[in-house]
Antibody
Framework: QVQLMQSGAEVKKPGASVKVSCKAS????????IHWVRQAPGQGLEWMGI????????AYAQKFQGRVTMTRDTSTATVYMELNTLRSEDTAVYYC?????????????WGQGTLVTVSS | EIVLTQSPGTLILSPGERATLSCRAS???????LAWYQQKPGQAPKLLIY???NRATGIPDRFSGSGSGSDFTLTISRLEPEDFAVYYC?????????FGQGTKVQIK
């Protein structure tokens, strides 16, 4: 079955960077785009960006342009999301999610989430 | 960027009642690329509806999606106890895939 396994919780200081991984299994890794979505405590969902594991093309939400980088490693079927210059407002659970179909970009499978805490 | 506005913010209903949730976009969403998700506390979201009106695999038929252009609706025909949760719409018709702010369906 489709599984997305994310890396563990992180605690970072303001100004630092964090890199969250999302390892895919149970399907052909390069056939489906992967989203990154975050959720601050008690808040709604916020879309951060999307990456195409086949070729590495990506698109980022304007809010995160210049601060986020999404990459992939096809040899390990893993995607990464790195967020720089962290501030307290970046404290959130970060989710990766796989698209439903090759050309249908709703998110059908989700990772378990990674809590990133930014605190001095 | 397309802004999605969900209403109401909170819906207080009893089991067995009908729930109607609205999602309005700041501009027309191409090809009705609109999804609905359900989220319960401490869990990842769950896809209910994609393409505005297509139920995802395993989703009960009491959930239905409708609408086009910039106006979309999620209807739960008869609320079951497990349906009390927060619901989000998401558009993926532009290059930036935004979410609505959510509607909480609360038990009366």
């Amino acid at each position: 079955q489709v599984q997305l396994m994310q890396s563990g919780a992180e605690v970072k200081k303001p100004g630092a960077s964090v890199k969250v991984s999302c390892k895919a299994s149970g399907y052909s890794f390069t056939d489906y785009f992967i989203h990154w979505v975050r959720q601050a405590p008690g808040q709604g969902l916020e879309w951060m960006g999307i990456i195409n594991p086949d070729g590495g093309g990506r698109a980022y939400a304007q809010k995160f342009q210049g601060r986020v980088t999404m990459t992939r490693d096809t040899s390990t079927a893993t995607v990464y999301m790195e967020l720089n210059t962290l501030r307290s407002e970046d404290t959130a659970v970060y989710y990766c999610g796989r698209c439903l179909l090759a050309r249908e970009y709703s998110v059908v499978s989700w990772g378990q989430g990674t809590l990133v805490t930014v605190s001095s | 960027e397309i802004v999605l506005t969900q209403s109401p913010g909170t819906l207080i209903l009893s089991p067995g009642e009908r729930a109607t949730l609205s999602c309005r976009a700041s501009e027309s969403i191409s090809d009705n690329y609109l999804a609905w998700y359900q989220q319960k506390p401490g869990q990842a979201p769950k896809l209910l509806i994609y393409g505005a009106s297509n139920r995802a695999t395993g989703i009960p038929d009491r959930f239905s999606g409708s609408g086009s252009g910039s106006d979309f609706t999620l209807t739960i025909s008869r609320l079951e106890p497990e349906d009390f949760a927060v619901y989000y719409c998401q558009q993926y018709g532009s290059s930036s895939y935004s979410f609505g702010q959510g509607t909480k369906v609360q038990i009366k």
